[in-house]
């Protein structure tokens, strides 16, 4: 029998505009609270979840606030890249980005697939 992921990426590319970005975290955080090393790859509009204030005040019902969702997860180890090309073309630097957050090319999310880690997309 193959053994069990024990690493899991979440690509979003939903934003803030679509309850799907909170579910993802809900399901990143759990995967934290289950065992998982869990990294998220936020592509498209989704690089706009991690903009500096950009979700303050957003809750999906009966979710947790997409803030504290987002925080959870960085507090706890996850990592969370944001895609290079994707904040190039919003314009964004760095210092437009809340911390905690890397600006990163797909080849660090593959990384973490080629060496077993389960994926999950939103």
Same mark, same amino acid.
């Given at each position: 029998?193959?053994?069990?992921?024990?690493?899991?990426?979440?690509?979003?590319?939903?934003?803030?505009?679509?309850? *799907?970005?909170?579910? &993802?975290?809900?399901?990143?955080?759990?995967?934290?609270?289950?065992?998982?090393?869990?990294?998220?790859?936020?592509?498209?509009?989704?690089?706009?979840?991690?903009?500096? $204030?950009?979700?303050?005040?957003?809750?999906?019902?009966?979710?947790?606030?997409?803030?504290?969702? +987002?925080?959870?997860?960085? &507090?706890?180890?996850?990592? *969370?890249?944001?895609?290079?090309?994707?904040?190039?073309?919003?314009?964004?630097?760095?210092?437009?980005?809340?911390?905690?957050?890397? +600006?990163?090319?797909?080849? &660090?999310?593959?990384? $973490?697939?080629?060496?077993? &880690?389960?994926?999950?997309?939103?």
């Amino acid at each position: 029998m193959a053994e069990t992921p024990k690493e899991l990426v979440v690509v979003i590319t939903r934003g803030a505009d679509h309850e *799907l970005s909170s579910v &993802a975290f809900t399901i990143a955080n759990g995967g934290m609270t289950a065992g998982l090393k869990v990294s998220i790859f936020l592509t498209s509009a989704a690089v706009d979840l991690v903009r500096k $204030r950009a979700v303050e005040g957003l809750v999906v019902h009966p979710l947790e606030p997409l803030q504290a969702l +987002i925080k959870d997860f960085l &507090a706890r180890g996850g990592q *969370l890249w944001a895609c290079t090309p994707c904040v190039k073309a919003r314009g964004y630097e760095q210092s437009d980005l809340i911390d905690g957050v890397e +600006i990163a090319g797909s080849s &660090a999310m593959h990384e $973490r697939i080629l060496a077993g &880690a389960a994926t999950l997309s939103f």
